[in-house]
């Protein structure tokens, strides 16, 4: 298995383990941290948007959508957030770029505002298409990225590029625009 497939596979299961201990009712919150209100309430708002139901072609669902809640420790200095995602498997070779007119129509028609480079949150750690839009009064960041396959001795890449749909609330932003 590739170190990217680890990482996202280790990424998956701290996923799943802060989704379990958020349901067991664990301590784990961390003190002065801003989850969003009515979080559940907003996290079943991100699992019904469109955009989860816009499949490129030749995309692949990887599991079903992964959701995690804010305010828990991830590690020795990580918190997470109120995140909701979908990943893919795409034929090697896909780029965000080639992906952009699919989901640029898929997310303005569904109400979400397209981010300039400067005005994109710098997460994830690849290159994204970013969008905004307000849900439950609740700043929210829907990124489109695709990770490449990693790197092979010259031949096609032997594994397929990952296609990860993902909304992030921001809580302590009042706007799309940084207010």
């Known amino acids: 298995m590739s170190v990217v497939r680890r990482s996202i596979a280790a990424t998956l299961l ?84 080639d992906l952009g007119p699919f989901y640029v129509s898929a997310t303005i028609s569904s109400g979400w505002w397209r981010l300039g480079d400067r005005d994109a949150p710098k997460y994830p750690r690849y290159p994204a298409m970013s969008f905004c839009k307000t849900i439950n009064q609740v700043t929210s960041y829907l990124s489109v990225t695709v990770q490449p396959a990693p790197p092979t001795d010259g031949s096609p890449p032997a594994n397929p590029d990952e296609l990860i749909v993902a909304i992030e609330a921001a809580p302590d932003q009042s706007s799309c625009h940084g207010g």
Do not use: W
């Not at 559940?40 to 490129?56: G, S, T, W």
């Not at 020795?76 to 893919?88: A, I, L």
């Open 14 to 97: 701290l996923m799943a383990a802060v989704s379990l201990t958020a349901a067991c009712g664990s301590d784990s919150e961390v003190d002065g941290c801003n989850a969003p209100p009515a979080e559940e309430d907003l996290m079943n708002k991100y699992r019904v948007e469109p955009i989860f139901r816009a499949v490129p072609p030749d995309a692949i669902a990887d599991g079903g959508i992964h959701a995690s809640k804010a305010c828990r420790r991830i590690g020795p200095n990580g918190v997470s957030r109120t995140t909701v995602s979908q990943r893919y498997e795409l034929p090697a070779g896909y780029r965000t770029a």
